[in-house]
């Protein structure tokens, strides 16, 4: 076999490239000199959209449906232990050819079980079921009796650590073998299937995961399996209401740069072009960053989405900036105001976008209009970069503590000189279409945008509808030009974003429930009713196979929804604006007793919740959620260990570590500890349990404990200021302290709150800093600290003894005179520091300018040591309670003598201009003025004093 072709067929194929490039490159081209015409065939029907015509082909028939094979590799696998005797001989007995087709059969099991439960269309489930049926025929002829126990493993297979997959799932039996298929074509030594007892904790990549590689075209097989296996994980793992486990971990570990060595070597192995020339290979890389944004955000790890979308927009050339302008939101609106519009361009060559090729009879979403009396369907945009948006946005939200959690998903450049010329000259109301792939990666910005931002946050919904408004404003002349569409399911996907964000607003609330409802009876496919009446449809089967094409081409890049997710996201939002009925119809309908259950808790009915988890725990015994939730309820901890002892339920064990934490009559740290421990073991990739589990360590003074928990909480989310700064705290009584600091340098980069939490980030930073004597850590810390806290407390900001420590410090080596001297940084920040910033907080602090004279001096300045000592003798001659207080009498005598003493020994000093001047000239005088001045101030109060005494020895001495 020709590896060239089969890197070429294998790589249309993950692309699920549009049918009409396929059919040019491989049926009426000449690229088809030896290919094999049974890999042809089955991908064909896969591109086309016609994935159960794929079950249903002679050549699966014989290869798959032998009766003794079904007997003994592919049913009974499943429901005993005798696991070591898989089907071998599939993966090492069988030809090279039979692998791959095997590869393309499981493929397509998945594209028909996406189709099924995500994407529709709806589809002739008689046929699907027959095709399906034809595993178990041989098994059942013998025993009628073993169809329901038949059904029951292959539901036990798919259930993961106590959790059930959604009971209606449609034919879960497509998914469990495809997952089976691949995980024999990806050689691993562990099934996830089999092996229930795995934890994320415990996984070694060599047994879950194979990656060796012998012949050429081994390594194209095994590359594309690994891929689609960790596609098939992440199917796998939305048909769960909580992710856990290790399929999160296996299919990030899956889903790494090594899937593309094999395919692009093949590719370009007659090709002189650089790989990123080549057509194909973009859209392969573009697919594969993707993808591993959307992993990401499954797993919760937005913060590493960022390198790849770089890395994506660096192979697409896609440009994008979100900036300000001034627009007119509703009809009769005089004057414009600042809004957030999202320039956005694609590059020239679209990869492998055939829209305009692909003749699709799929009926266009019904997109409700406002139908408002007075706002705008759209905004009309005037002036880019608007100068009052800068202001106002720099305000609210810089220098916030939400804007920091949007990890600059989206490019912030509001002033319009630093936009690129190409955005700049955008027509801000009518900008191009963009291709599908730039489509998806601004719905995953969004995605990540709307995952690290607070909910209903003003400025994070502005930014979120911005996005969505530049895929659905899309130019109506570019459309007719091209010929173009935005994909179906992007359109879809970008309606249902803009519902979400609508449905909180008073004044669109109604189209965005009703765009809700019309993407769940059209996605969701699970409706005993129709919430809009049906007009015009057509559901011939000849038309199913280009719709559902172009809905399954880019499921695996955009974030996966099943559609029964998408009717509890609506059951969730009748409950936000108080329509308790309908969503407890939607709950009751879709037979989600548990979230019906928190659906009654949340309006007081916790008897009803009670009951109804009950029922569920009688129904479904091993259902571990049921046992936990009514834990949560109850407060009862034999509950969250029966949910632990059913099915290793993580988020039981997360509840009796809080609860042996928060519960001050059964508080156990070591115990919470423990509990913590068993959950994260299981989910390792929840930032917030490792950040509690840290904190539960630090209070149990385990700070080893505590550190390794803290440093695995922010390997997942570096951007965690307080994760950070806890683990400086762990280091730090570890005495780690060039660990501790840091740690602390980290933390306070990611600082999002100028107040509080941020000075005492930067006083740990001055502590850890002084124990390691690194001046410039501690001379940054006191700069940090004096501006967070000078408008509330001024002078009293400084920190006097670290600041007169810098000053030592500074002062050890004289200042250079010399030309070819140049003052180090430390010196030249200390300076800027003491001699221009400390002066504007001092008011009436003496020390303080005694500490700035000190450092004047040292910088061969005499007369500006002069003035410091002058502004001291002022600001405490000024004092009120100079009269009253003794204390302050003796400072301002202190004052006097130094003052004195500073004009005798500075007063003949060579002066400021170097003509023949003085420092001071009439030093006598002033000297004399400064004595008299403060002894006739406190001749009343003080003539019997020390202080008095000492004055007029001073006078004494200088003959007045």
Known sequence: MNNYNLGLLHSYLLILSPFQSFKALFLDGVSNVGIEKSLIEPISLILKGQSNQVLSLEIFKDLLFDEELIKKKVVLEFGNDTKKQESDDLNQNEKLLKKHLILIFAVSLLQLFLQLNFTGPKINEEKVSETVNQFFKPIIHENDKLADQISEEISKSLNLNGQFIYELTNHPFLLLFSLHLLEK?????????????????????????????????DNVLLAA????????????????????????????????????????????????????????????????????????????????CLNPLDDLNDITGFQMALTGAKAKRTKYQEKSIASLILLALSSNEDLFDDSHLIKSNDNTIENFKLNSDYMLERPKYEEIGDKTLIENFNQNSVDSETSSTFFNAIPLLLESGSISEDLRNLDPNNQPRLNDLDNIQLLLRLAIVRQTSPSKDPLAEEEL?????????????????????????????????????????????????????????????????????????????????DISAE????????????????????????????????????????????????????IGQEKNAEKLLLERIEKKPDDARPYSILGDIRQDTTLWFKAWEVGKYSNAKISLGKYYYYN?????????????????????????????????????LDYETAAQAFTRSVAIDDTQTFAWSNLSSALANLNKNEEALSALQKAVRSIKDSNKSGSKLWENYLIISSRLQKWNHVLIAVKQLSNLKKDSLGEKSVDLPVVQKLVEVLVEKPYPTNENEKLTFFQKDCIQYVCNDLPKLITTSTRLWKVVAKVELWRKKPWECLACYEKAFRAVIHDPNLSSEQDIWNKAVECCEDLVASYESLGELPGKYGADDVVCKNWRYKSKSSIRSLMSKGKRTWEDSDGWERLTKLKEHLGL
């Open 185 to 217: 074509l990806s050689l691993t030594e562990k099934s996830l299937l089999i092996s229930k007892e795995i934890d994320a904790e415990s996984l070694s990549t060599s047994t879950l995961i194979n990656n060796n590689r012998s012949e050429d075209s």
């Open 225 to 304: 399996s690994n891929w689609w296996r960790s596609r098939a994980l992440q199917v796998h793992m939305s048909l769960f209401f909580e992710i856990s486990g290790p399929h999160v971990v296996v299919s990030s570990l899956l889903l790494n740069k090594t899937l593309l060595d094999p395919l692009i070597h093949e590719i370009n192995r007659d090709n002189i072009a650089e790989n990123k020339n080549n057509e194909l290979i973009k859209n392969l890389y573009a697919r594969y960053y993707l993808e591993k944004v959307r992993s990401y955000l499954q797993a919760e790890t937005e913060s590493l």
């Open 465 to 545: 509808l911005s996005i969505v408004q530049r895929i659905l404003f899309t130019s109506e002349e570019d459309i007719k030009t091209n010929g173009s569409k935005t994909n179906w399911l992007i359109f879809s996907k970008c309606l249902w974003e803009r519902s979400l964000i609508e449905s909180t607003k008073s004044k669109t609330l109604e189209r965005g429930i009703l765009q809700m409802e019309a993407l769940v009876e059209e996605l969701g496919m699970s409706m005993n009713h129709k919430y809009i009446p049906e007009i015009g449809k057509n559901n011939k089967d000849e038309q199913d196979s």
């Open 551 to 602: 809905r399954l081409r880019f499921v695996y890049q955009l974030p996966l929804l099943p559609r029964w997710a998408m009717d509890v996201e609506l059951a969730e939002k009748y409950m936000s604006v108080g329509l308790i009925k309908s969503s407890i119809e939607i709950y009751e309908r879709l037979k989600l007793t548990n979230d019906l259950a928190l659906c009654y808790m949340s």
């Open 664 to 700: 001050k009559k059964h508080k156990d740290l070591a115990e919470s500890m423990k509990h913590l421990k068993d959950a994260l073991a299981i989910n390792p990739l929840k930032k917030n349990n490792w950040f509690f589990y840290g904190c539960v360590a630090l209070e149990a």
